[in-house]
């Protein structure tokens, strides 16, 4: 399998391809307000794109969508952070801690269809779990490819890290039940590809991460 990412926008948002081969088509994690740089991700590798999976409703990974998503280009994102990624204005308040910002809606044209807990994808010849990990936000969901071990976490979870969650529709008590229900019974030498920063494994984060000590 191919995965490859590139670091785009300027929360410095890991979007992700995912595919059999180069010249295949492909899965799109992910999709920041930078279509050329998604564009040029897939062109890396020849891939056509048929599905972006998107983890939550944040600008910073759903706000692209509409750059990739078409007729023949499904998006994916759990209804609860729909409204979220129509409009980034409040969000965006909020990050820059209350400074009105001045933005369009985003995510105008594309039809979302939705993600739920449980649901197993079958796209590009590729098989992912959708795991349900509100707390972040309402609506976040984590996407697991067994087959392959890996595990792509969005903003639940990252390298010595978690979330944030206190932006709207956050909780950190929700995200530690999220994490206790769905990302602590994964095989530990799962590779975890998260939202940002670098890749990890989970093994790696149960013996450094501080935010994990407590569900051991
Ligand atoms: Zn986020
Ligand atoms: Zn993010």
Same mark, same amino acid.
């Given at each position: 399998m191919l995965?490859? !990412?590139s670091t785009l926008w300027f929360f410095g948002t890991n979007t992700y391809v995912v595919a059999d081969g180069p010249g295949a088509a492909a899965v799109v994690v992910d999709a920041p307000p930078d279509p050329s740089g998604v564009a040029s991700l897939l062109a890396r590798h020849d891939l056509t794109p048929i599905a972006v999976l998107v983890t939550h409703g944040h600008i910073d990974h759903a706000?692209?969508?509409d750059g990739i998503a078409g007729p023949t280009v499904t998006a994916y994102l759990h209804p609860d952070d729909v409204d979220m990624a129509r409009h980034p204005g409040a969000q965006l308040e909020a990050l820059l801690g209350g400074q009105a910002f001045e933005i369009g809606d985003a995510v105008v044209r594309s039809q979302f269809s939705d993600l739920a807990a449980g649901d197993r994808l079958s796209l590009a010849g590729v098989e992912f779990d959708v795991l349900f990990t509100p707390g972040h936000t309402r609506g976040h969901c984590c996407f697991s490819v067994p087959a392959e071990g890996v595990l792509f976490s969005g903003d639940?979870?990252?390298?010595? !890290?978690i979330g944030r969650t206190d932006l709207p529709g956050g909780s950190y008590a929700t995200l530690m039940d999220s994490m206790a229900r769905e990302i602590?019974?994964?095989?530990?030498?799962t590779r975890v590809l998260p939202g940002h920063g670098p890749a990890t494994t989970l093994a790696a984060e149960r013996r450094h991460n501080p935010f994990l000590q407590e569900l051991l």
């Open positions: 995965i490859d !990412s706000g692209g969508v639940q979870l990252f390298q010595g !890290s602590m019974p994964l095989d530990p030498g």
